[in-house]
C-alpha cells in the first residue's frame, strides 16, 4: 500500500529529535511503537509536552487522543518537567512497614510540597513509587538516579539539606 | 552450534579458571549495587593490580543473603565475605591465602543457606551474568541444543509436564498444559511472551533472576518458542528495573552473536529472536490480556477472556505467556529430566519457588526452597526470626492479591493450594514478614490504596469498589467509623471480587477479607474503641484529645 500522507518534519533542530526519529524508524514506524517511542522522548527530554506528544502521534498516525491516553495511563510517563533533583520514596510493601510513610511526610514538610510536585524554585521533585524492587534494604530512597538504602530521617533531611541552592 | 561446541567453550572457561583459581566475585546485582559493591569491585582491582597477585576480579548476580551486604565470594575456597567496605580491599587482598578477616566472615553454615534447595538460583551469584561463556560453562544452553537436534517439540511439551511445573506467576496454572494448548493450536504466527512485569510490591524474585542470570530466562524462551512452534518472543520488563534491561540487551546481543537467537538455530528448520518491551509502571499490566495491549502500543486494560491468550493474544495470534521464574525452570527441567523435578516439593505443587523474603526479619533476601516448606522454617529458620525483640504478627504473600497470614498457620506448607486455604494466595513469590508494631487495618487500607490507584478504570466494580472501600478503611485508621462500615465494607469485599472483569479486581478485596478473617478484633478496637494497639493510626490521637 503506497504511503501518501508525509511524516511530519522534526519540530526543531534539537538533535535529541532526531534519536526519537530513529526508535520509531527502527519499529518501521508501527503502531505499537508509541509507547517505546514515549519511553525514548521522556529519556532524552525528561518528560513529555504537547509539541512532542504531537510530534509523535502524527509520525506513528496514532490519534493524539490515543497518545495522550497511553501518556497519562502509565505512571512512568510524565507531562510536567521535572526538578532539578530528584528524591523517589519507594512505598513497596516493605517500605512501608519500616515507616517509608513517615518518611514521605518529612520530605514533604522540609520540601514543601506534595507527593508527584515539584519545588516552585524547580529544584526537587518529589515522586512515589509502588516498589523499587530494593526491599531488602527497606526503607528505599532514589537520590537522582542513585538508590539509597536503609534511609532514616536524619539522613533524609540532610540529603534534601544538601540539595539546596 | 552444537553440544562439542559448546563444550569446548565451558572447557576454555574452565581451563582459564584453572590457570588463575583465585578469584573475588563481588555481587552487582541491585541490592549489593546500591550500597555501592561496584566501587569496592573497582578498589579489589585496583588493590589486585597494584599487588600483583594472581587473582581474578568480577561482578557476578544476587548471593542471596542481601541484608549482610555487600557480599563478596573467594575462590576456590568459597568463603563468603560480608559487609565489606571500599576500606577493606587491601586487607582482603592481602589475606587471599589465609583465613579472611573474622569481622567480615559469613558462615555458609547457617540455615538461611543449608535450609535451600537451588534451581533457579543454582548460577545466581556464581557466574558473571554478563559472560555468555560462563553460563556455558555451567551447563547452559544445553537443555536448548539437545532439545533442538534431539527432541521433537511434542516430546517438550511432554517432559514440562511430567515436570509438574506449575505457573510462578502467582496463578499455579499448569505450565505443561498451557504449552500444549498453545502448540495444538493453528496459526501461522505464534508470539512467546515473558512477563517480567513483577508489580507486587515487596517482590523482586524476578528481578533477581533476570539481573544474576539472564541467559536462562532467554535459554527456556527459545526452547518453548520450538515447543509451540512461534518465531517471535517479547519480554515485557517494567521500566523501575533499568539493571535488568541492560543485562537483558547484552544477553540478547551475546545470544545472537553465538547463534542461538536468529534463523536455523543449531541447524535446525527453527528461527526465533527475542525484544524487550519496557513497561509504564502499570500494575494492572501484569495481568496477560492487559500486558498484551501495552506490547502493542495501548494502554494497558484487560479484555475478559475467553479467548484466552493461547488461542487468541498478541495481534490476535496464539500467544504463550509465563512469568520469569517458570521459564527459568526448562532449562533445568530439561537437563535433568521431568520426573527429578517432580520429586521436589509437595503431590501438587512441584519443584521449589523462589521467594523474596523481606519486611521485620533478621535475614532479608533472595531464598529458593522446595514447595511445602513449612512457613514457621522459611521465616524463623532461613530468616532467622523477628528482630529486635518484636513479635511475630503476619507474614504477607501475594502482594495486593494475597493476604496476611497469621501465627497458627505458620505449620502450613508452602504451595499453592494451601496459602488458598488460608485465604492467601501464593502469588509471584514477595514474603513480608510482620510483627506486633504493624496494625493490620493499616496494612489492608495501604493495599486498599495500591488497588484503587491501580485500577485501570475499565470495569465499574474495580474502579467504583476498591475507592469506596478504601475510604471506609480511611474512616476506620481515622477514628470515625461506624459498625455499620464494617458490614458494608464486607459486602463490598463480596461484591466487588465476585463481579470485576480481571484478576486486579477479583483479588483486591483477599488483603481485607484475610486480616478481617484472623484480626476481626483490631476492627472493633479501632470502631468502637478508636484505638490502634500498634499505635501506628490516627484514631488514638483522637481518643486522646476525647478523653
Same mark, same amino acid.
Request: contains cysteine; proline residues 5%; hydrophobic residues 40%.
Given at each position: 500500500?503506497?504511503?501518501?500522507?508525509?511524516?511530519?518534519?522534526?519540530?526543531?533542530?534539537?538533535?535529541?529529535?532526531?534519536?526519537?526519529?530513529?526508535?520509531?524508524?527502527?519499529?518501521?514506524?508501527?503502531?505499537?511503537?508509541?509507547?517505546?517511542?514515549?519511553?525514548?522522548?521522556?529519556?532524552?527530554?525528561?518528560?513529555?509536552?504537547?509539541?512532542?506528544?504531537?510530534?509523535?502521534?502524527?509520525?506513528?498516525?496514532?490519534?493524539?487522543?490515543?497518545?495522550?491516553?497511553?501518556?497519562?495511563?502509565?505512571?512512568?510517563?510524565?507531562?510536567?518537567?521535572?526538578?532539578?533533583?530528584?528524591?523517589?520514596?519507594?512505598?513497596?510493601?516493605?517500605?512501608?512497614?519500616?515507616? /517509608?510513610?513517615?518518611?514521605?511526610?518529612?520530605?514533604? +514538610?522540609?520540601?514543601?510540597?506534595?507527593? &508527584? #510536585? %515539584?519545588?516552585?524554585?524547580? =529544584?526537587?521533585?518529589?515522586?512515589? /513509587?509502588?516498589?523499587?524492587?530494593?526491599?531488602?534494604? +527497606?526503607?528505599?530512597?532514589?537520590?537522582? &538516579? #542513585? %538508590?539509597?538504602?536503609?534511609? =532514616?530521617?536524619?539522613?533524609?533531611?540532610?540529603?534534601?539539606?544538601?540539595?539546596?541552592? | 552450534?552444537?553440544?562439542?561446541?559448546?563444550?569446548?567453550?565451558?572447557?576454555?572457561?574452565?581451563?582459564?579458571?584453572?590457570?588463575?583459581?583465585?578469584?573475588?566475585?563481588?555481587?552487582?546485582?541491585?541490592?549489593?549495587?546500591?550500597?555501592?559493591?561496584?566501587?569496592?569491585?573497582?578498589?579489589?582491582?585496583?588493590?589486585?593490580?597494584?599487588?600483583?597477585?594472581?587473582?581474578?576480579?568480577?561482578?557476578?548476580?544476587?548471593?542471596?543473603?542481601?541484608?549482610?551486604?555487600?557480599?563478596?565470594?573467594?575462590?576456590?575456597?568459597?568463603?563468603?565475605?560480608?559487609?565489606?567496605?571500599?576500606?577493606?580491599?587491601?586487607?582482603?587482598?592481602?589475606?587471599?591465602?589465609?583465613?579472611?578477616?573474622?569481622?567480615?566472615?559469613?558462615?555458609?553454615?547457617?540455615?538461611?543457606?543449608?535450609?535451600?534447595?537451588?534451581?533457579?538460583?543454582?548460577?545466581?551469584?556464581?557466574?558473571?551474568?554478563?559472560?555468555?561463556?560462563?553460563?556455558?560453562?555451567?551447563?547452559?544452553?544445553?537443555?536448548?541444543?539437545?532439545?533442538?537436534?534431539?527432541?521433537?517439540?511434542?516430546?517438550?511439551?511432554?517432559?514440562?509436564?511430567?515436570?509438574?511445573?506449575?505457573?510462578?506467576?502467582?496463578?499455579?496454572?499448569?505450565?505443561?498444559?498451557?504449552?500444549?494448548?498453545?502448540?495444538?493450536?493453528?496459526?501461522?504466527?505464534?508470539?512467546?511472551?515473558?512477563?517480567?512485569?513483577?508489580?507486587?510490591?515487596?517482590?523482586?524474585?524476578?528481578?533477581?533472576?533476570?539481573?544474576?542470570?539472564?541467559?536462562?530466562?532467554?535459554?527456556?524462551?527459545?526452547?518453548?518458542?520450538?515447543?509451540?512452534?512461534?518465531?517471535?518472543?517479547?519480554?515485557?520488563?517494567?521500566?523501575?528495573?533499568?539493571?535488568?534491561?541492560?543485562?537483558?540487551?547484552?544477553?540478547?546481543?551475546?545470544?545472537?552473536?553465538?547463534?542461538?537467537?536468529?534463523?536455523?538455530?543449531?541447524?535446525?528448520?527453527?528461527?526465533?529472536?527475542?525484544?524487550?518491551?519496557?513497561?509504564?509502571?502499570?500494575?494492572?499490566?501484569?495481568?496477560?490480556?492487559?500486558?498484551?495491549?501495552?506490547?502493542?502500543?495501548?494502554?494497558?486494560?484487560?479484555?475478559?477472556?475467553?479467548?484466552?491468550?493461547?488461542?487468541?493474544?498478541?495481534?490476535?495470534?496464539?500467544?504463550?505467556?509465563?512469568?520469569?521464574?517458570?521459564?527459568?525452570?526448562?532449562?533445568?527441567?530439561?537437563?535433568?529430566?521431568?520426573?527429578?523435578?517432580?520429586?521436589?516439593?509437595?503431590?501438587?505443587?512441584?519443584?521449589?519457588?523462589?521467594?523474596?523474603?523481606?519486611?521485620?526479619?533478621?535475614?532479608?533476601?533472595?531464598?529458593?526452597?522446595?514447595?511445602?516448606?513449612?512457613?514457621?522454617?522459611?521465616?524463623?529458620?532461613?530468616?532467622?526470626?523477628?528482630?529486635?525483640?518484636?513479635?511475630?504478627?503476619?507474614?504477607?504473600?501475594?502482594?495486593?492479591?494475597?493476604?496476611?497470614?497469621?501465627?497458627?498457620?505458620?505449620?502450613?506448607?508452602?504451595?499453592?493450594?494451601?496459602?488458598?486455604?488460608?485465604?492467601?494466595?501464593?502469588?509471584?513469590?514477595?514474603?513480608?514478614?510482620?510483627?506486633?508494631?504493624?496494625?493490620?487495618?493499616?496494612?489492608?487500607?495501604?493495599?486498599?490504596?495500591?488497588?484503587?490507584?491501580?485500577?485501570?478504570?475499565?470495569?465499574?466494580?474495580?474502579?467504583?469498589?476498591?475507592?469506596?472501600?478504601?475510604?471506609?478503611?480511611?474512616?476506620?485508621?481515622?477514628?470515625?467509623?461506624?459498625?455499620?462500615?464494617?458490614?458494608?465494607?464486607?459486602?463490598?469485599?463480596?461484591?466487588?471480587?465476585?463481579?470485576?472483569?480481571?484478576?486486579?479486581?477479583?483479588?483486591?478485596?483477599?488483603?481485607?477479607?484475610?486480616?478481617?478473617?484472623?484480626?476481626?478484633?483490631?476492627?472493633?478496637?479501632?470502631?468502637?474503641?478508636?484505638?490502634?494497639?500498634?499505635?501506628?493510626?490516627?484514631?488514638?490521637?483522637?481518643?486522646?484529645?476525647?478523653?
Amino acid at each position: 500500500m503506497p504511503i501518501t500522507s508525509k511524516r511530519p518534519s522534526l519540530p526543531s533542530s534539537d538533535k535529541r529529535w532526531r534519536i526519537v526519529a530513529g526508535t520509531m524508524r527502527r519499529h518501521g514506524f508501527a503502531r505499537e511503537a508509541l509507547i517505546e517511542t514515549l519511553h525514548t522522548v521522556q529519556e532524552y527530554f525528561g518528560y513529555l509536552d504537547k509539541p512532542s506528544l504531537r510530534f509523535v502521534a502524527a509520525s506513528l498516525r496514532v490519534p493524539l487522543s490515543q497518545a495522550y491516553g497511553v501518556a497519562t495511563f502509565y505512571h512512568y510517563f510524565t507531562l510536567k518537567p521535572p526538578g532539578k533533583h530528584t528524591c523517589l520514596v519507594c512505598l513497596g510493601t516493605a517500605c512501608y512497614i519500616k515507616g /517509608a510513610g513517615q518518611l514521605l511526610a518529612t520530605a514533604e +514538610a522540609s520540601l514543601n510540597v506534595k507527593a &508527584g #510536585e %515539584t519545588t516552585l524554585d524547580g =529544584n526537587v521533585s518529589l515522586v512515589t /513509587a509502588r516498589c523499587i524492587g530494593s526491599c531488602s534494604m +527497606a526503607p528505599a530512597f532514589i537520590f537522582d &538516579g #542513585e %538508590t539509597a538504602g536503609n534511609v =532514616n530521617e536524619n539522613a533524609l533531611r540532610s540529603k534534601l539539606a544538601g540539595w539546596k541552592n | 552450534m552444537t553440544l562439542d561446541e559448546l563444550e569446548q567453550i565451558a572447557n576454555e572457561v574452565q581451563a582459564a579458571k584453572e590457570k588463575s583459581p583465585r578469584a573475588l566475585n563481588v555481587c552487582v546485582a541491585a541490592g549489593c549495587l546500591s550500597l555501592h559493591s561496584d566501587a569496592i569491585k573497582s578498589a579489589l582491582e585496583k588493590e589486585v593490580q597494584r599487588t600483583g597477585v594472581n587473582c581474578r576480579v568480577a561482578g557476578t548476580g544476587c548471593m542471596g543473603l542481601c541484608s549482610l551486604g555487600p557480599l563478596v565470594n573467594r575462590e576456590p575456597d568459597g568463603q563468603l565475605l560480608k559487609n565489606v567496605a571500599e576500606a577493606d580491599a587491601a586487607e582482603i587482598v592481602e589475606k587471599l591465602e589465609s583465613v579472611p578477616p573474622e569481622r567480615l566472615l559469613c558462615s555458609r553454615e547457617q540455615p538461611f543457606f543449608q535450609r535451600q534447595t537451588a534451581v533457579v538460583l543454582e548460577n545466581s551469584g556464581r557466574i558473571n551474568p554478563e559472560k555468555i561463556e560462563e553460563y556455558i560453562a555451567a551447563e547452559g544452553y544445553q537443555a536448548l541444543v539437545r532439545a533442538l537436534t534431539e527432541m521433537a517439540p511434542a516430546q517438550i511439551v511432554q517432559e514440562v509436564s511430567k515436570s509438574g511445573l506449575r505457573g510462578r506467576g502467582g496463578a499455579g496454572y499448569p505450565t505443561g498444559l498451557k504449552w500444549g494448548t498453545v502448540a495444538k493450536t493453528i496459526g501461522t504466527t505464534k508470539y512467546v511472551i515473558c512477563n517480567a512485569d513483577e508489580g507486587d510490591p515487596g517482590a523482586f524474585m524476578d528481578r533477581s533472576v533476570l539481573e544474576s542470570d539472564p541467559h536462562r530466562v532467554l535459554e527456556g524462551m527459545i526452547v518453548a518458542g520450538y515447543a509451540v512452534g512461534a518465531s517471535q518472543g517479547y519480554i515485557y520488563v517494567r521500566a523501575e528495573y533499568p539493571l535488568a534491561i541492560k543485562r537483558l540487551q547484552a544477553a540478547i546481543r551475546d545470544a545472537r552473536r553465538l547463534g542461538f537467537l536468529g534463523s536455523q538455530i543449531c541447524n535446525a528448520k527453527f528461527s526465533f529472536d527475542i525484544e524487550i518491551r519496557i513497561g509504564g509502571g502499570a500494575f494492572v499490566c501484569g495481568e496477560e490480556t492487559a500486558l498484551i495491549a501495552s506490547i502493542e502500543g495501548r494502554r494497558g486494560t484487560p479484555r475478559p477472556r475467553p479467548p484466552f491468550p493461547a488461542q487468541s493474544g498478541l495481534w490476535q495470534m496464539p500467544t504463550l505467556i509465563n512469568n520469569v521464574e517458570s521459564f527459568a525452570n526448562i532449562p533445568t527441567i530439561l537437563r535433568r529430566g521431568g520426573e527429578w523435578y517432580a520429586s521436589l516439593g509437595t503431590k501438587k505443587s512441584k519443584g521449589t519457588k523462589v521467594f523474596a523474603l523481606c519486611g521485620k526479619v533478621r535475614n532479608v533476601g533472595l531464598i529458593e526452597v522446595p514447595m511445602g516448606t513449612p512457613l514457621r522454617q522459611i521465616i524463623f529458620e532461613i530468616g532467622g526470626g523477628i528482630p529486635d525483640g518484636h513479635r511475630f504478627k503476619a507474614v504477607q504473600t501475594g502482594g495486593p492479591s494475597g493476604g496476611c497470614i497469621p501465627e497458627q498457620s505458620l505449620d502450613l506448607p508452602v504451595d499453592y493450594e494451601s496459602l488458598k486455604e488460608v485465604g492467601s494466595i501464593m502469588g509471584s513469590g514477595g514474603m513480608i514478614v510482620m510483627d506486633d508494631s504493624a496494625c493490620m487495618v493499616n496494612v489492608a487500607r495501604y493495599f486498599m490504596e495500591f488497588c484503587m490507584s491501580e485500577s485501570c478504570g475499565k470495569c465499574i466494580p474495580c474502579r467504583a469498589g476498591t475507592a469506596q472501600m478504601f475510604e471506609l478503611l480511611t474512616r476506620m485508621t481515622s477514628g470515625t467509623a461506624t459498625p455499620q462500615d464494617l458490614e458494608l465494607l464486607e459486602d463490598l469485599c463480596d461484591m466487588v471480587s465476585s463481579t470485576s472483569l480481571c484478576g486486579l479486581g477479583q483479588s483486591a478485596p483477599n488483603p481485607v477479607l484475610s486480616t478481617l478473617r484472623y484480626f476481626r478484633e483490631e476492627y472493633t478496637e479501632h470502631i468502637v474503641d478508636k484505638h490502634c494497639r500498634a499505635g501506628v493510626c490516627e484514631c488514638n490521637h483522637l481518643a486522646e484529645v476525647s478523653a
